[in-house]
Nanobody, 122 residues
């Protein structure tokens, strides 16, 4: 069974950094039909926001304007894990952060982790 598990969230002061991990189990990201991994977040009362994604075929990356220059997505194939390095965190970054997997040929993300809470204090 394919599962994604996020970790690395927590409480950090404004200006601080965190690194989130998205670990996949049940398949190998490189070989089992997953085209991309994305990071999203959802703050209370707001819609889920796409932050960044990495194409597992060519390692190309994309970022939302809200995080460009502050967040970096990367992957470690040996650990079957995708990371989101977050720097310069601000209170408005407070949210539950999720990773999702997009299968090749599918129009939307079908697999989601349970989320990890990030809280940034001022």
């Amino acid at each position: 069974q394919f599962q994604l598990v996020e970790s690395g969230g927590g409480l950090v002061r404004s200006g601080g950094s965190l690194r989130l991990s998205c670990s996949a189990s049940g398949l190998t990201l490189d070989y089992d039909g997953v085209g991309a991994i994305g990071w999203f977040r959802q703050a209370p009362g707001k819609e889920r926001e796409g932050l960044s994604c990495i194409d597992l075929g060519d390692d190309s990356t994309r970022y939302a304007d809200s995080v460009k220059g502050r967040f970096t997505i990367s992957r470690d194939n040996t650990k079957n894990t995708v990371y989101l390095q977050m720097r310069g965190l601000a209170p408005e970054d407070t949210a539950v952060y999720y990773c999702g997997a997009l299968e090749i040929g599918r129009p939307q993300y079908d697999y989601w982790g349970q989320g990890t809470q990030v809280t940034v204090s001022s």
